[in-house]
């Protein structure tokens, strides 16, 4: 049977056909927003990979489905604080032992290294809606230890935290969604060794292509991102930082690639550093890094190889 064909209205007739309606925002259902730490996510991927210099090789070996050790060793130069405008650097060796305990409401992570400093970190679900977690770093070095602890409580449509911390550090943020899109917050921190304190200000827009952060806070501090989705496995972003007590401007851009077996993360920023970062799975449990940094304005090029080997 054919198709009836659309009646179209006579002159002067109106046209029966109801107007299509606008898509309504129930404002009372909105999504949880990321927590005021984490607006920066999706930029932070392309524009700060975990560069290193020298030669690393990490080793997990899983005792348990809950429960990994890992080993890890590096060499490589390191700076040292000069008045020279070049770089100083002197090679150095590092071994790291580490232990992990990892479960849907208890993490547990420590790395103790061979002269003795130790970093632990801890993220314990108390309820649904209340994450406890801290961070620590002990060293045997005077006023070089510091600590922090933080309350996350993760409501329908927006998340509080309330952090303390060593040198009588004390901060609460809050940040709220507004729209399906759009979450808007804010933070209050206090630093009691160095008598100050400051407020800061963030808003976060996202959809299935865009994420849109901006931060400012009352330090001088002011930092923009935008981050391109291209396809799924391909993003675009771009930063702008600016710090209004020594005057520095930055504008940085990047890109963070997935491909079938690799990794590629690169950035320049307007310093005329060069960054890029490579991580390749070469077979079922083992991968080859590749790190490379070159900073025109001063002179420090870097250049590093490492594989990581797990279960």
């Known amino acids: 049977m054919a198709a009836t064909p659309p009646t179209v209205p006579a002159m002067g007739e109106k046209s029966t056909e109801l107007p299509k309606t606008e898509q309504v925002v129930d404002y009372s259902n909105l999504p949880c927003p990321l927590p005021y730490e984490e607006i920066h996510r999706e930029s932070l991927m392309s524009l700060k990979p975990e560069t290193f210099e020298g030669m690393r090789f990490d080793f997990t070996k899983a005792l348990s489905p809950k429960f990994f050790l890992s080993h890890s060793v590096s060499m490589g130069p390191t700076e040292v604080p000069s008045q020279s405008p070049e770089p100083i650097k002197i090679p150095v060796a590092n071994y790291e032992f580490g232990a992990n305990f990892l479960d ?36 045997g070095e005077p006023h070089m230890s510091h600590a922090m602890g933080t309350l996350d409580h993760k409501g329908k449509d927006y998340r509080a935290q309330l952090q303390l911390g060593s040198g009588a550090l004390c901060g609460a943020n809050y940040i709220q969604s507004v729209t399906p899109h759009l979450s808007l917050g ?23 292509k865009v994420v849109a952060t901006g931060q400012a806070a009352s330090t001088g501090m002011v930092a923009l991102s935008y981050v391109q989705k291209v396809s799924e496995k391909v993003s675009l972003a771009t930063e702008f930082a600016y710090n209004h007590m020594s005057k520095d401007v930055t504008a940085t851009v990047g890109y963070d690639a997935v491909l079938r077996q690799a990794r590629v993360r690169g950035k320049i920023d307007s310093n005329g550093c060069v960054t890029g970062f490579l991580e390749e799975r070469l077979n079922l449990g083992l991968n080859f890094i590749l790190s490379a940094e070159i900073d025109h304005k001063k002179k420090d090029y870097k250049f590093g190889f490492g594989f990581t080997v797990g279960e």
Not at 110 to 134: P, Q
Request: with cysteine; aromatic share 6%; glycine share 12%.
């Open 186 to 208: 804010g933070e209050i921190f206090w630093a009691g060794q160095h008598r100050k304190s400051g407020v800061g200000y963030a808003a976060r827009y996202s959809n299935d």
């Open 104 to 139: 849907p409401k208890l993490m547990l992570i420590g790395r103790v290294s061979h002269d003795g400093r130790l970093n632990a970190r801890l993220k314990c679900d108390l309820t649904e809606n209340v994450t406890l977690k801290g961070n620590a770093s002990l060293t």
